[in-house]
């Protein structure tokens, strides 16, 4: 996989195609940015949409996906896109890489639960606050492995004006939330202050 610069949401992406489920009809990339993501999953789906509440963002993924033909990209808001936009209960992927603190993680899990087909798969890349001593720990780890990784690969790049925001959990709340709004989810903490949430809606849902 080569994105053509490095950071530590990129690192993610292998986890993130990794877990893309065979003969994938329909992904929604949420907070899709200029569409690196969206464009990568693209091969993998019959169709991908990316998601974006930022003009600017939305602008930059068309311009850079115009030879892609079964991707396109919206300026709407996750939770407020009608059921035309985005249906309910009709996507085998969503993903969400560094997405769920701007959007509030318990809401973005919870509406995304919705938009999954039975079957579907969510993939989240999330960040996390320290809330221990141990968490600290984990994070002062973590400070080689980007220098290192970042010098690799040619330093760390990040798309021009990409909103920030800080995260509203701490990774013990993220992990209680999970596994409350999503049964049975995967939840582990990674290195580069991140953390991978894995979840397959049962098959039987709504019935």
Known sequence: MNTGRWNPNIHYYPSVLGFVPANCREALDVGCGDGTLARLLAARAWRVTGIDLSAEMIESAREQSEEVENARF????????????????????????????????????????ELLAPGGRL?????????????????????????????RRGGSSAPEKMPVADPDTTFAEARKTAHRVLPDSRFRRRLLWRYTLLWEKPRDAGR
């Open 74 to 113: 919206m300026e709407a808001d996750f939770f407020e896109a009608s059921g035309g936009e985005l249906p309910l209960g009709h996507y085998d992927l969503i993903t969400m890489v560094a997405v769920a603190h701007h959007l509030g993680t318990e809401r973005a899990l919870a509406r995304s639960a």
């Open 123 to 151: 993939v989240v890349i999330g960040i996390a606050g320290p809330g221990s001593v141990v968490d600290l720990l984990h994070l002062a780890a973590a400070v080689p492995s980007v220098k290192l990784l970042s010098r």
